[in-house]
């Protein structure tokens, strides 16, 4: 091993601030003892401007997984027709839970890379109108594509049907505004945006899904919403509490907002030009086109076809201590992925983009760190 820092800048997990390690660090505070439902406290006021709702946001010891678990069962019951909108690994994984979960599934496919629009779930909508529940991400994470979740929103907050968006790549990464836009259930993990270690998942649901959860006798005794909410408001959870995490989370919440959340959404949104703009100059390319379209928290390039990522990759941690990602099932070698969401700034991408430049088969000749420094500083003065 050379003598150089690691950069992890991959989707999860993401590098942990040394305030948030500190914190952790510390003895644990019991977790039915005062002192840590303060924390609690503080952590759900500041939860609920994170997901901008007004309602509980539900703590629980798990991946993000979890939380999307918890949404199938506690909101829909078996039999149940719900729309489950992929355009990737992490959407796939959608249609798994759902059929665990004995829901009647409809799915409405794009290609990876691709998006879903909000007429395509109109559409969807229109042609089945026993459909009951949406089930898309906000951010795929497997190919870097950004669902237009407020447009999708506009559909279904009209309609007897919950929207069910998976954030986990998306929250605190760009802006959701959960309840002005009209999100049935928001649920993210700890590992990505918010710079913490994984274990923790977050789950807020809408007035009208909270009555749903409360019309379905619980079903999975671990992941029961209409119990946790009653621990919840007296800022304890069910079972053990993840204590450090949740004393860590304190730290990572209060650093976001004192950087301010309308700063740290520029900064990973200058991030993503920076990036994409590297690439370019690179001769690679961006594997989402539209600038609309692309997510603010990583970006994955599709390979040429006579290249494969693993090399790639292997080469980047090996020679410049920079962790990338290859793409996911089918597009494992077609694609790598840099992931900038979290604790991670200009100068990791610009590590990341010479490590990148310094694996491929061929070195690039352009001037890809310009461009790259170049297009952050166009989209920080924008
Ligand atoms: C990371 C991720 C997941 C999976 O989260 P785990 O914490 O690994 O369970 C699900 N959806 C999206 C969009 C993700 O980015």
Redesign the pocket.
Known sequence: MSFQATRMLT??PTPIPDRVRLAMAAPLPHHRKDAFKQIMAENQAMLRQLFCTEGPVIPLAS???GS?TAAAFNLFEPGEKVLVATAGY?GN?WLDIVKMRGLDPVVLRREAGQSIEAEDIRAALDADPAIRGVFM?I???STGVLHPIQDVAAVTRDRNVLLVA?G??AVSISPVRMDEWGIDCLLT?S??GLMLP?GLAFIALSPRAWARAEQISPNCYYFDLVGERTQCAKNQTHYTSPISLLVGLNEALKMLFEFGMDNVFKKQRALTCMARAGIKAMGLEPMVKDEKRCTWGLTSIRLPDDMQASPIIANAYKEWGVILTAGQADLKEKVVRLAHMGWVDWADITAALHALAYSLPEKPQGAYLEAALAAYHKALAE
């Open positions: 989707p999860g991946s993000g997984t999307m992490f994984r991400q951010s795929e994470t998976d986990i790549s993990g590992q990505k994984p």
